[in-house]
């Protein structure tokens, strides 16, 4: 009987270490400083990127609105030309609606004409289409189509 009260004590002494033991076990203060450090090094990598995905996708989204709007114009301006073939096209930092603008440049010759349609975003908003600004440039030459009132 001695015999197995002891051995049921011991058993008891195991099973609370054990449990002792495992109790305190837990997240030490370095393990947590490397875990924050490697998370850390890993985000900003993404963050960069994401920063960069972003700032290329507005300069996407603004050439591509650029190159319509300047289509659109060239559009209008060889409709213009058809009828009115000795008319000036040249403009200067129109407005297109949106913050953007549109510079045409009109060599007038009388049978071929180099017409270029510059278009961007007013970034600094001071109403003119300046040289860093332009996102857009077409050119295009227009032909007389017939002699025109004589």
């Given at each position: 009987?001695?015999?197995?009260?002891?051995?049921?004590?011991?058993?008891?002494?195991?099973?609370?270490r054990i449990t002792n033991h495992?109790?305190?076990?837990?997240?030490?203060?370095?393990?947590?400083?490397?875990?924050?450090?490697?998370?850390?090094?890993?985000?900003?990598?993404?963050?960069?990127?994401?920063?960069?995905?972003?700032?290329?996708?507005?300069?996407?989204?603004?050439?591509?609105?650029?190159?319509?709007?300047?289509?659109?114009?060239?559009?209008?301006?060889?409709?213009?030309?058809?009828?009115?073939?000795?008319?000036?096209?040249?403009?200067?930092?129109?407005?297109?609606?949106?913050?953007?603008?549109?510079?045409?440049?009109?060599?007038?010759?009388?049978?071929?004409?180099?017409?270029?349609?510059?278009?961007?975003?007013?970034?600094?908003?001071?109403?003119?289409?300046?040289?860093?600004?332009?996102?857009v440039r077409l050119c295009t030459?227009?032909?007389?189509?017939?002699?025109?009132?004589?």
């Amino acid at each position: 009987m001695i015999a197995r009260w002891s051995d049921e004590s011991n058993m008891r002494n195991r099973q609370s270490r054990i449990t002792n033991h495992k109790s305190d076990r837990g997240v030490t203060l370095t393990e947590v400083v490397v875990a924050s450090a490697l998370l850390v090094i890993s985000i900003i990598p993404l963050l960069q990127a994401l920063t960069i995905a972003q700032m290329t996708d507005r300069a996407v989204e603004r050439r591509s609105w650029s190159l319509m709007l300047a289509q659109s114009e060239l559009d209008r301006i060889r409709a213009r030309c058809v009828y009115d073939h000795d008319q000036s096209f040249n403009a200067a930092s129109s407005p297109l609606g949106g913050g953007y603008l549109c510079s045409v440049a009109d060599d007038q010759d009388p049978d071929l004409r180099t017409v270029t349609v510059s278009v961007g975003l007013d970034r600094n908003g001071d109403s003119i289409l300046s040289s860093e600004e332009i996102e857009v440039r077409l050119c295009t030459s227009l032909a007389r189509r017939w002699p025109g009132p004589q």
